[in-house]
C-alpha cells in the first residue's frame, strides 16, 4: 500500500513569491490533514479536512495561506506571498474518520520551504 | 486547552539498556495519547497509541509505553535499546471527547550508543 505523498519535497524561494505544495493520501482515508514543523519543535496543525469540508482551519494564516481538496482526495496547501518566518516543513498525513479519532495519523515525508 | 510536556530534549543511553522517553499531558475529557518516531528526512511514524483499556500499550520495533491518569503520563519505554532506535520522538494527545485536534509535543532526541 503506497504512503501519503507529497510534492515537491525541497522548495527554495524568495519572499514575496507564491508557493504551492501538493499532497496524495492514502487511498481511503477520509481525514486529511496539514502540519508546519519548524525546527526543534512538534508538528502545529493548519488545517483538518473530512472528506472535501475544512472542518477546522483555526490555525490557518487566512491572509496568505490557502488550501483547497477537491473531490475529497489529493490536497494543495498555497501561500502567496510567502514570508521569511514561512520558512519550515510543511506535512501532510491522513487517517480514517473513526469515531471520535481514534486512529493514528499517518505521514508524509514532508515539504522543506526555505524562503531568502 | 490541550497541552502536551516532553520535559527532556535530548535522551541519551547505551545500547542494550533501557530507555524511558517521558510525556505529561493536559486534556479536559478522556486522553487519546500517540508515540510517534522521526527519522531524518523523513515523516513522522507511528508507533503506537492509547485510546482505552490496559494501561500498558505495545507497538512497533519493541517498544511500549504505560499510561498514567494520576500523573497524567505517558512515558515511552524499550527494554533493551538499539543504535537504530536513535531518532526523534513525539508524544501527542488528542480529547477523546472534545474534537480531533492532535497537539503535539515539542520531541526528545533520542541518542544509542553503541
Known amino acids: 500500500e503506497a504512503g501519503v505523498v507529497q510534492s515537491p519535497r525541497y522548495k527554495i524561494i524568495e519572499k514575496k513569491q507564491p508557493v504551492a505544495f501538493w499532497c496524495n493520501p492514502i487511498?481511503?482515508?477520509?481525514?486529511l490533514y496539514w502540519y508546519r514543523q519548524n525546527l526543534g519543535q512538534g508538528p502545529e496543525l493548519l488545517i483538518r479536512?473530512?472528506?472535501?469540508?475544512?472542518?477546522?482551519d483555526s490555525q490557518l494564516p487566512k491572509d496568505r495561506f490557502s488550501a483547497e481538496r477537491l473531490k475529497g482526495v489529493d490536497s494543495t496547501l498555497k501561500i502567496q506571498p510567502a514570508e521569511l518566518g514561512d520558512s519550515a516543513v510543511y506535512l501532510c498525513?491522513?487517517?480514517?474518520?473513526?469515531?471520535?479519532?481514534?486512529?493514528?495519523?499517518?505521514f508524509g515525508p514532508g515539504t522543506r520551504l526555505t524562503v531568502t | 486547552a490541550q497541552s502536551v510536556a516532553q520535559p527532556e530534549d535530548q535522551v541519551n543511553v547505551a545500547e542494550g539498556n533501557p530507555l524511558t522517553v517521558k510525556c505529561t499531558y493536559s486534556?479536559?475529557?478522556?486522553?487519546?495519547l500517540f508515540w510517534y518516531v522521526q527519522y531524518p528526512n523523513r515523516g513522522l511514524q507511528f508507533l503506537l497509541k492509547?485510546?482505552?483499556?490496559?494501561?500498558l500499550v505495545k507497538g512497533s520495533y519493541g517498544f511500549e509505553a504505560e499510561f498514567n491518569k494520576s500523573q497524567t503520563s505517558f512515558h515511552l519505554k524499550k527494554p533493551s535499546a538499539l543504535v537504530s532506535d536513535s531518532a526523534l520522538y513525539f508524544c501527542a494527545v488528542r480529547d477523546g471527547t472534545g474534537g480531533f485536534k492532535t497537539i503535539f509535543g515539542a520531541g526528545t532526541r533520542l541518542f544509542v550508543k553503541a
Open positions: 487511498s481511503g482515508h477520509n481525514t
Open positions: 486534556v479536559s475529557g478522556n486522553p487519546y
Open positions: 498525513a491522513s487517517s480514517p474518520l473513526g469515531v471520535q479519532g481514534n486512529h493514528e495519523q499517518y
Open positions: 479536512y473530512e472528506n472535501e469540508e475544512a472542518v477546522d
Open positions: 492509547y485510546i482505552t483499556g490496559d494501561n
